[in-house]
């Protein structure tokens, strides 16, 4: 399993980590690849994100529109975005919302996918949220979709359907390197 780097501080601060890995932070802090930069979302971002979210062909909003204010929100008040720049131009977004552990947002642009630009947000927000104290996780996606693949393959458990019929996961943070395991846990049975 690959060493995951980070990105923390206040919101537009970005303090790089010691990375390993296919990409690393660069000179400005962002985390770049062959073909996309990593980085900590912008409220000047927002109609970037709108533009990914719209442009989605799975997962596609039905009942509503998720307004500007409450994408602020969740930049601002709720938790933290990030966002992959490619030339200049957003092309996938996640937010995470450290209030309640959910996974709020993670959307590719379908001209970018297979890229690897998911996977690399995710490892950035779940990584955030466990910093910020959390123990589990949650998110809800519609089901038959790839995203259900991913998050599975990303260590996350099924929990059933929701009530608005989508599939829920939750992912329980890992046991810290080096934590003494107390009487019960799996590696006092080993």
């Known amino acids: 399993m690959r060493k995951s780097g980070g990105i923390c501080g206040q919101a ?21 690849s062959a073909d996309g930069i990593l980085r900590q979302a912008r409220l000047d971002d927002i109609v970037a994100v709108q533009r990914v979210r719209a442009a989605v062909r799975e997962n596609r909003l039905r ?23 490619v030339d200049g131009e957003v092309v996938a977004f996640a937010i995470g919302d450290a209030s309640i552990g959910n996974i709020w947002a993670l959307f590719v642009d379908p001209r970018h996918e297979r890229r690897g630009y998911g996977r690399r947000l995710h490892e950035a927000m779940v990584e955030w949220l466990w910093s910020q104290g959390l123990q589990r996780l949650w998110l809800t996606t519609e089901a038959g979709t790839r995203a259900v693949g991913f998050y599975r393959a990303a260590g996350w458990r099924e929990t059933g359907m929701t009530p608005k019929g989508e599939l829920g996961f939750v992912l329980d943070r890992p046991p810290r390197a080096g934590a003494v395991a107390g009487p019960g846990s799996p590696a006092d049975t080993c």
């Open 12 to 32: 537009g601060e970005l303090t790089q980590f010691n990375e390993t890995g296919p990409w690393a932070a660069g000179p400005t802090g962002r985390r770049m």
């Open 63 to 85: 009942s509503r529109r998720i307004s500007d204010e409450e994408v602020r929100r969740h930049l601002e008040l709720l938790g933290r975005g990030w966002v992959i720049e």
